[in-house]
């Protein structure tokens, strides 16, 4: 299984526009994995997990070929999660041609928070069979808990509680005998939450950093969270010697320049992602 990470930081970007901290003036500065465009993944090529406003152009630039996706996994509708006016492009009359068929797995909460967002540009209805004949795609709604198959792949639906009202989830995904845990925007895991995640050994591991240690503005996971949790994860075997394990949708709150980063992470055991960044496991 390959995947290559589309993008890496938080609601905000990095650095932030606008902002003169010490940590966004170093990053522009420094350029490279100190850019960060908003979080987004693609497995083998043809999964996409998160339309956010930088998905297309990541995928332009890391060599991924956007007419070959054929599914779109929305861990939930947040604005740097899913972007509307790149989803209604597949009108027909944007004069779109072959369009390959998309099957899109998200919440109904989800689903539902983007459609107000496509009506913003489009009169579409996500839900509409006129609408899914001339996009060319179908909706699967999932829930906690939900163990499905689609196509070669195994997805398991896991609530994040980072945002109740739209039921985001975090998503394992598995393909043959690989298993990968994609952990972003995450609040907290839950027992039941655990009680999932403790039937899997993974082969790769990605979570929420947006704040760095001892730093936490809330709705998501922090440096000392995440330690904490590959710490968990390592002890009960649900990470072994051989699992990769990243920090994703990172935020200049908290968090230091890639390197920096990295060091801290690495003594702790796992890495800091980066924009490009390509895996095979
Ligand atoms: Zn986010
Ligand atoms: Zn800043
Ligand atoms: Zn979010």
Same mark, same amino acid.
């Given at each position: ?12 970007? $990095? ?8 940590v ?20 083998n090529?043809?999964?996409l997990i998160?339309?956010?406003p ?6 332009? $630039? ?5 007419g ?8 939930h ?19 779109v041609?072959d ?57 398991i ?14 998503y394992?995904?598995?393909q ?9 925007d ?7 939450a ?6 899997y ?18 709705g998501?996971?922090?440096a000392? $969270? ?7 994860m ?8 051989r ?12 968090n ?7 060091? $801290? ?16 496991i």
């Amino acid at each position: 299984m390959k995947i290559t990470i589309l993008g890496t930081a938080a609601a905000t970007s $990095m650095p932030l526009a606008f902002c003169n901290c010490t940590v966004c003036k170093k990053a522009r500065l420094l350029g490279g994995k100190n850019f960060r465009k908003r979080a987004s993944a693609v497995i083998n090529d043809e999964l996409l997990i998160d339309l956010g406003p930088d998905s297309v152009n990541a995928c332009s $630039m890391y060599g991924i070929d956007n007419g070959s996706i054929k599914y779109l996994l929305q861990t939930h509708s947040h604005s740097d999660h899913f972007d509307a006016g790149h989803f209604v492009t597949r009108m027909s009359a944007y004069a779109v041609k072959d369009l390959t068929h998309l099957s899109i797995i998200c919440s109904a909460g989800t689903a539902d928070d983007m459609n107000h967002m496509i009506k913003e540009n489009e009169d579409i209805d996500l839900c509409s069979k006129k609408w899914m004949e001339d996009l060319n795609y179908d909706l699967r709604l999932i829930k906690h808990g939900d163990n499905i198959e689609v196509d070669g792949y195994k997805i398991i639906a896991i609530d994040s509680r980072h945002d109740t009202n739209i039921e985001s989830m975090i998503y394992i995904i598995a393909q043959e005998d690989k298993y990968v845990l994609y952990g972003t925007d995450l609040l907290e895991l839950t027992d039941e939450a655990w009680e999932i995640l403790g039937r899997y050994k993974f082969d790769a591991v990605f979570f929420d950093q947006t704040y760095g240690a001892g730093y936490n503005a809330g709705g998501h996971l922090d440096a000392d $969270m995440v330690n904490e949790y590959v710490s968990r994860m390592k002890v009960s075997g649900m990470i072994g010697a051989r699992t990769l394990v990243f920090a994703t949708h990172i935020s200049h709150e908290g968090n230091d320049i890639h390197e920096a980063m990295e060091t $801290m992470a690495a003594a702790n055991g796992y890495h800091i992602a980066y924009d490009g960044m390509s895996i095979e496991i």
